[in-house]
């Protein structure tokens, strides 16, 4: 069975600190994993993927995830939070070998202190 | 380019009504999805379209939830009756070419169902 768990419901800095959003995910096959973020009142919009190039991937708004293997992990990252960063993310699999399901954790809201 | 395009945006129907909603996906996407994302929850899949052929509807409550994409560019989306556990959010989506791993999803702003 495929699933993707995202470890935090809720994480909360303060502005300037790092971010960090944890996912592991199962799959029986090679996965594409993505994070998506929304915004309130906003559509979902891409951050990242990986689709089983480099392990550690750069995406929009100085954000980063690396793909472990060993691990399962598929954790989001950022050097230094912004009050704009506030808002809810969701780390997605997407599988191979024909099916494409695509399978969305349950979602990480992130709060940003001033 | 326009983005994906839903609409009502908002809804409010009683129990064992009937409502549809309509989805225009980005011009020359061949993949299109819809989500229920119920409040506090990830979306979940319902169903995904090739075109006009139907990839994954092994979500898709089908004793009352039907979908179709006629000509292959826009789709409906119908619950025939709805419980209250319908309420939810119902996102559109749409990505280009084939589906597949690693194709981004570009979501529509949705459509918040509320059943009384």
């Known amino acids: 069975a495929q699933s993707v768990t995202q470890l935090d419901s809720h994480v909360s800095v303060s502005e300037g600190t790092p971010v960090l959003l944890r996912c592991n995910y199962s799959?029986?096959?090679?996965?594409?994993l993505f994070w998506y973020v929304q915004h309130p009142n906003k559509g979902l919009q891409l951050l990242l993927k990986?689709?089983?190039?480099?392990?550690l991937v750069k995406g929009i708004n100085g954000f980063e995830a690396e793909f472990k293997k060993s691990e399962t992990s598929f954790h989001l990252t950022k050097p230094s939070a912004h009050m704009s960063d506030a808002a809810e993310y969701f780390c997605?699999?997407?599988?191979?070998?024909?099916?494409?399901?695509?399978?969305f954790g349950a979602g990480t809201r992130l709060f940003v202190k001033a | 380019e326009a983005g994906v395009a839903q609409s009502p945006r908002y809804k409010i129907i009683e129990k064992r009504q009937s409502v549809a909603f309509w989805c225009n996906p980005i011009?020359?996407?061949?993949?299109l999805y819809w989500y229920q994302q119920i409040l506090g929850q990830g979306p979940k899949l319902l169903i995904q379209?090739?075109?006009?052929?139907?990839?994954?509807d092994s979500q898709l409550p089908k004793d009352r939830f039907s979908a179709e994409r006629l000509k292959g560019v826009d789709s409906t989306l119908k619950i025939q009756p709805a419980k209250l556990e319908d309420s939810a959010v119902y996102l559109c989506?749409?990505?280009?070419?084939?589906?597949?791993?690693?194709?981004?999803?570009?979501f529509g702003p949705g459509t918040r169902l509320t059943v009384l």
């Open positions: 989506a749409s990505s280009p070419i084939r589906g597949g791993p690693g194709n981004e999803q570009f």
């Open positions: 799959s029986s096959y090679s996965p594409s």
């Open positions: 990986y689709t089983s190039a480099a392990t």
């Open positions: 997605v699999v997407s599988l191979g070998a024909g099916g494409f399901k695509t399978i």
């Open positions: 011009s020359g996407h061949a993949t």
């Open positions: 379209f090739q075109n006009n052929g139907v990839v994954d």
